[in-house]
């Protein structure tokens, strides 16, 4: 046989495996990317319901905050500044996981205003409530509460490898409405 052929066989397959070898982690890096990609979505699309709400606890009422636990927050506030005081909750329900993806961490959160419910199933994998007092040290009484904190973190629907992309957010509210 040959000397020439063989070593040329060997290295056009080297060369082919590598070839694949980079083909396939480009795959990898896309899904990885992309995942990623949707859960920055996933976070984009909450945080601004959630920042227009927030900012506007106790707005145009006396009162304010109604409950306050970690997973959940009722307010009164004129929301649309139109003289008609609303009752808006939040709620994050971990009773059941969301069935419409893949990822078994995501549960539904759910805005409420004036009894009118919007699930919203985003990938949202991680919703906490925190509240501070005017001395800014946890409080869970709520004429003591004058911020609000939220961390969020939701996760892209389909697994990459062994993994969730996860994107997160985190944000106090400070009210002036609360700071009476």
Not at 80 to 98: E, F, H, L, M
Not at 107 to 133: A, D, M
Not at 143 to 162: A, L, P, Q, T, Y
């Amino acid at each position: 046989m040959n000397l020439s052929l063989v070593s040329s066989f060997v290295i056009g397959s080297i060369i082919l495996f590598s070839l694949v070898k980079v083909n396939l982690r480009l795959a990898k890096n896309s899904a990885d990317s992309m995942n990623d990609q949707v859960a920055k979505v996933h976070v984009n699309d909450v945080t601004p319901i959630v920042n227009y709400d927030f900012r506007k606890i106790g707005y145009g009422t006396t009162g304010g905050i109604t409950k306050a636990t970690s997973s959940e927050i009722s307010f009164k506030s004129d929301l649309n500044d139109d003289g008609v005081v609303d009752q808006v909750a939040w709620k994050y329900d971990t009773s059941q996981p969301v069935t419409g993806t893949p990822n078994p961490n995501d549960y539904t959160l759910i805005r409420t205003v004036n009894g009118n419910s919007t699930p919203i199933e985003l990938g949202v994998t991680k919703f906490v409530l925190t509240y501070y007092n005017d001395q800014d040290q946890p409080t869970t009484v709520l004429n003591d509460i004058r911020k609000v904190k939220v961390k969020m973190i939701c996760e892209s629907f389909v697994k990459v490898g062994d993994d969730y992309m996860a994107a997160s957010w985190e944000k106090g509210f400070v009210p002036l409405s609360i700071n009476k």
